[in-house]
C-alpha cells in the first residue's frame, strides 16, 4: 500500500516538468517611463533593459508586438517565444498612467506564474492612452544554460532584466498623402497628413470629377450635340395666284441618319 502511494504521488509531480526547479520571478519594473531611444550603437539596447531576443541563440527574436502605428487605436498581438524555455505570465506595458500589467495566454506550468515556451496577449488600447512617438513594453523569460538559468539579458555576461520593446504610436490619419477632393469652390490637397485649401479663381470652379479648379471659359469635356440638316430635294414656287405647287423636304440627322 505504501509504495503505490509513493508510485503515484511521483507520477504526479512528473506533470510539470521542472523536478521541482523555477526561476525567480522579476520585480515590478521600476515606476518611470524608460529613456527614450536605444544605446548608442545598439539597436534594441536600453539601459536597464534586457534586448527582446535570445543572445544565447544567434539573436533569435523571443518578444514581438505586431500592430500597425497609424491606426485609429492601439491594437495588435504580443507574441513572447523562448524555445525550450519558460515565459513569465505577466508583463507590462508603458502608458500615460505608467507601466500597467498584461497576461499572456499560454500552456501554463503546474500551479506556477511560468508558461512553457511561448505566450501572446491581443492589445486593444485607445490612442489616447500613449504619447505619440516611441512607447515600450516589456516581458520576462527564462532559459537554462550550462545548468544555470538565463533571464532577460543584454548580454552573455548581463542577466536579469524585463525585455523592452519599443513601437511607435503616430498621430491619427487624416487623409492620404496627395488625395484631392472639391469642397464647395475650394480645392483641398493632402499634404503632410493635413488637409491644404486652395481657393478656386473668380473664373473658375472646382470639378468634383477631376479634383481640380477649372477654367469657366473652358467648355466641359463630353459628346458634341449635331444639329439635323435639311436637305431640299424637290420645291416648286407659285407661278400664277391661286396655284400652289408642293415640295418635298428630307432631313436628315448626323447622330441618326
Known amino acids: 500500500m505504501v509504495l503505490m502511494l509513493l508510485a503515484g504521488s511521483m507520477l504526479a509531480g512528473c506533470d510539470t516538468g521542472l523536478t521541482g526547479e523555477f526561476p525567480e520571478e522579476p ?32 539573436n533569435q527574436e523571443i518578444l514581438i508586438f505586431e500592430h500597425k502605428a ?25 502608458t500615460k498612467n505608467g507601466w500597467e500589467r498584461y497576461e499572456l495566454a499560454g500552456n501554463p506550468v ?39 538559468w538565463k533571464c532577460g539579458c543584454a548580454d552573455q555576461n548581463s542577466c536579469g532584466m524585463w525585455m523592452l520593446q519599443a513601437f511607435t504610436v503616430e498621430e491619427p490619419r487624416v487623409c492620404e498623402e496627395g488625395a484631392k477632393l472639391c469642397e464647395g469652390n475650394i480645392l483641398r490637397t493632402c499634404i503632410a497628413n493635413a488637409w491644404v485649401d486652395e481657393p478656386c479663381g473668380a473664373d473658375e470652379i472646382c470639378d468634383a470629377d477631376e479634383c481640380a479648379c477649372v477654367n469657366l471659359s473652358v467648355a466641359p469635356p463630353g459628346p458634341v450635340e449635331t444639329a439635323p440638316v435639311i436637305e431640299v430635294t424637290q420645291g416648286s414656287y407659285y407661278v400664277f395666284p391661286g396655284q400652289e405647287h408642293t415640295w418635298t423636304i428630307t432631313v436628315t440627322d448626323a447622330d441618326n441618319p
Do not use: Q
Open 27 to 58: 520585480t515590478v519594473p521600476p515606476d518611470k517611463r524608460p529613456p527614450e531611444g536605444p544605446i548608442t550603437g545598439m539597436a534594441d539596447a536600453y539601459p536597464g533593459y534586457a534586448v527582446p531576443y535570445d543572445v544565447f541563440n544567434n
Open 110 to 148: 503546474g500551479n506556477s506564474n511560468w508558461l512553457r515556451d511561448n505566450g501572446e496577449y491581443s492589445l486593444s488600447r485607445l490612442r489616447t492612452d500613449f504619447e505619440v512617438g516611441e512607447n515600450y513594453l516589456v516581458a520576462y523569460s527564462c532559459k537554462k544554460h550550462s545548468g544555470s
Open 70 to 94: 497609424d491606426d485609429p487605436d492601439v491594437t495588435g498581438t504580443i507574441f513572447v517565444t523562448h524555445h525550450d524555455g519558460y515565459v513569465y505570465r505577466y508583463g507590462y506595458i508603458y
